[in-house]
């Protein structure tokens, strides 16, 4: 009787190895193409004087199809075209030699297990890659477990494809199956970026200030502060300072947030899509500004926002009264005066996801009220800051994520408070554990118009980034259980009736 090799069960390593057989090495047939490696002159020579000078000493790693009979080889092609060449300069090699076969459900489970078997005589080629994977169908998440991929250019693989972009080797770009490319630095200079976020800025008005009042931010993510440097400019004949743009802006009565930035809709809409799931309902206890409401309400989701400013509050309801696009979703976006301390110990209910972006203490000043972090000490601040993290947490569901979007902010002195790392301790007291911390890369926006006084006054480097701390409440291997695979084919429709796929 042929022995069987035996199903792995959970928490269990067993074998794949069902028999050790001789074979007829010149009838095998191969699940990888030619151009599977590049097998250079070299690495052929070298193989070549190994087999003369060891013999054949490794046996040949066999699958059989059980539909054709086939027997395939996973490992071992170069041995036996060297073995053919071998043959035809007068060599005797035998006509059957060992093999091992190996248990594979499918040719599929076959031609995986072809990536695993490494040859130290010829490096797996791009093409070669891309053309195996697409003709098994094989996903390349795939490829990474137990198997090293090749030292090669796969950028083309970051974002939408271009009609000329090998669209017949790769299934999906990364940007295609998440929005972005999910690495642990988002880069919001890229095209792909860019480009969605003019998308959502069509879908609706973005301003965070109230209706009678211009923006300008130091961020640079205003275009107000492009416009006034330069009228300036043009002016004076000479690039602006950005304490004269201040000046000259109050000078006209422009209402300034300094500091002050607009929330990014594509942040937003990927950490919902990742880390929220299908449906859930978002909690937001520094809600600040509309985009985080919005885009949750137009990719399907419930958002609850908290912020203590009464026309913030306003401002952001009608904002999202506004949007064509809400359709049914109204009810299911909402914003709440008050203090996040206060109002969420008399909330009810369950959160899917808690995301926000907390103010950096005084860095941005918000209102005259004392109950605003904005305008406490920094002592009080984070034991406050603290407090909300606590009680966000306690309206979080088990096997959820959080996420907030901070930076480092500098006391006094100039010197770093390690506001970060005060935001994770807050987070691990109350009970998560960091999943993810991510690097948000900003548009340089004004920063090249004040970094050069900041840096030369007291060597401090103009800050573009921030980080995006992403929590965890439960147990890890219900994930996957818990968030299915992406989706992103929602399409909403601008004004001018163009259909656009978010």
């Given at each position: 009787m042929t022995p069987t090799a035996q199903h792995p069960t959970p928490n269990t390593v067993s074998t794949r190895i069902i028999k050790n057989e001789l074979v007829d090495w010149s009838a095998l047939k191969y699940i990888q193409q030619e151009n599977f490696k590049d097998w250079t002159l070299e690495a052929k020579q070298k193989l070549k004087t190994s087999i003369i000078q060891n013999q054949f000493a490794q046996p040949f790693y066999v699958w059989k199809d059980p539909a054709s009979g086939d027997i395939y080889c996973l490992d071992g092609r170069h041995r036996t075209l060297?073995?053919?060449?071998?043959?035809?300069?007068?060599?005797?090699?035998?006509?059957?030699?060992?093999?091992?076969?190996?248990?594979?459900?499918?040719?599929?489970?076959?031609?995986?297990?072809?990536?695993?078997?490494?040859?130290?005589?010829?490096?797996?080629?791009?093409?070669?890659?891309?053309?195996?994977?697409?003709?098994?169908?094989?996903?390349?998440?795939?490829?990474?477990?137990?198997?090293?991929?090749?030292?090669?250019?796969?950028?083309?693989?970051?974002?939408?494809?271009?009609?000329?972009?090998?669209?017949?080797?790769?299934?999906?770009?990364?940007?295609?199956?998440?929005?972005?490319?999910?690495?642990?630095?988002?880069?919001?200079?890229?095209?792909?970026?860019?480009?969605?976020?003019?998308?959502?800025?069509?879908?609706?008005?973005?301003?965070?200030?109230?209706?009678?009042?211009?923006?300008?931010?130091?961020?640079?993510?205003?275009?107000?502060?492009?416009?006034?440097?330069?009228?300036?400019?043009?002016?004076?004949?000479?690039?602006?300072?950005?304490?004269?743009?201040?000046?000259?802006a109050k000078k006209q009565g422009l209402h300034i947030y300094e500091g002050a930035s607009i929330f990014d809709p594509v942040l937003a809409e990927i950490c919902y899509k990742w880390f929220c799931t299908e449906g859930g309902a978002i909690?937001?206890?520094?809600?600040?500004?509309?985009?985080?409401?919005?885009?949750?309400?137009?990719?399907?989701?419930?958002?609850?926002?908290?912020?203590?400013?009464?026309?913030?509050?306003?401002?952001?309801?009608?904002?999202?009264?506004?949007?064509?696009?809400?359709?049914?979703?109204?009810?299911?976006?909402?914003?709440?005066t008050g203090d996040s301390n206060i109002v969420l110990e008399s909330m009810s209910g369950q959160y899917d996801f808690v995301f926000s972006c907390p103010p950096y203490h005084d860095l941005e000043k918000y209102s005259e009220d004392p109950a605003d972090l904005s305008n406490m000490n920094y002592e009080d601040f984070l034991k406050v800051y603290t407090e909300i993290i606590q009680k966000s947490v306690s309206k979080l569901k088990d096997d959820r994520f959080a996420c907030f979007v901070v930076g480092d902010i500098r006391d006094r002195e100039g010197i770093y408070r390690n506001f970060v790392s005060k935001t994770i301790s807050a987070f691990q007291d109350a009970g998560m554990n960091l999943y993810n911390e991510i690097i948000l890369i900003n548009v340089a926006g004004s920063l090249p118009i004040r970094v050069g006084r900041q840096f030369e006054a007291g060597r401090k480097v103009g800050?573009?980034?921030?980080?995006?701390?992403?929590?965890?409440?439960?147990?890890?291997?219900?994930?996957?259980?818990?968030?299915?695979?992406?989706?992103?084919?929602?399409?909403?429709?601008?004004?001018?009736?163009?259909?656009?796929?978010?």
């Open positions: 060297i073995m053919q060449e071998l043959v035809k300069e007068g060599y005797e090699i035998p006509a059957l030699l060992d093999a091992i076969f190996i248990d594979c459900k499918d040719k599929k489970e076959a031609a995986r297990m072809v990536l695993l078997y490494s040859s130290v005589y010829a490096k797996i080629t791009e093409n070669g890659l891309f053309d195996f994977a697409k003709m098994y169908e094989l996903d390349f998440s795939d490829l990474n477990e137990g198997f090293e991929l090749p030292d090669m250019d796969m950028s083309h693989m970051l974002g939408a494809r271009e009609e000329n972009d090998i669209p017949d080797i790769i299934p999906q770009s990364l940007s295609e199956k998440f929005i972005v490319p999910p690495f642990s630095i988002l880069d919001t200079r890229q095209g792909y970026w860019q480009e969605r976020k003019k998308v959502w800025h069509s879908l609706f008005n973005s301003q965070e200030s109230r209706e009678d009042t211009e923006l300008i931010a130091k961020s640079g993510q205003s275009s107000a502060v492009y416009e006034l440097r330069n009228r300036m400019r043009k002016a004076t004949g000479v690039d602006p300072e950005w304490d004269d743009i201040i000046a000259e909690l937001d206890p520094f809600a600040g500004g509309s985009v985080r409401g919005i885009v949750a309400g137009l990719t399907g989701f419930k958002y609850c926002g908290i912020d203590l400013r009464e026309d913030q509050v306003k401002a952001n309801h009608k904002q999202w009264s506004e949007v064509p696009q809400n359709k049914d979703s109204f009810v299911n976006v909402g914003w709440f800050k573009m980034h921030q980080n995006v701390l992403v929590f965890y409440k439960g147990d890890p291997k219900n994930i996957r259980a818990n968030y299915p695979e992406i989706k992103v084919d929602e399409f909403f429709e601008k004004e001018n009736k163009e259909v656009v796929m978010l």
